[in-house]
């Protein structure tokens, strides 16, 4: 089964910028559509960003205009560009793929993103 490693996570100031990375163990064409979710303490897992097999995107109202999410098929990577950030975008990030044909989530291990005001 494909797996999922998420980085790129780190303490930025308010304004600053990171690249989050999800690279798969695999292809990533095995899912129909990729993701990006956080989860701040105390807080739900919330999605903020998915992109489909085909490169349709979508965002959280609370990130649009700020986040980008990318897919590079040849590396089996999805990319979640971060600027602008402010101290409410302090979460654990996670990567999600959601298996063609299936229910099924997989999901990477999480980074952290600090930005502190």
């Known amino acids: 089964q494909v797996q999922l490693v998420d980085s790129g996570g780190g303490l930025v100031q308010l304004g600053g910028s990171l690249r989050l990375s999800c690279a798969a163990s695999?292809?990533?064409?095995?899912?129909?559509?990729m993701g990006w979710y956080r989860q701040a303490p105390g807080k739900q897992r919330d999605v903020v960003a998915g992109i489909t097999r085909r490169g349709n995107t979508n965002y959280a109202d609370s990130v649009k205009g700020r986040f980008t999410i990318s897919r590079d098929n040849a590396k089996d990577t999805v990319y979640l560009q971060m600027n602008s950030l402010k101290p409410e975008d302090t979460a654990v990030y996670y990567c999600n793929g959601r298996l063609r044909w299936t229910t099924t989530d997989i999901w990477g291990q999480g980074t952290q993103v600090t930005v502190s005001s």
């Open positions: 695999g292809s990533i064409s095995v899912f129909e559509t």
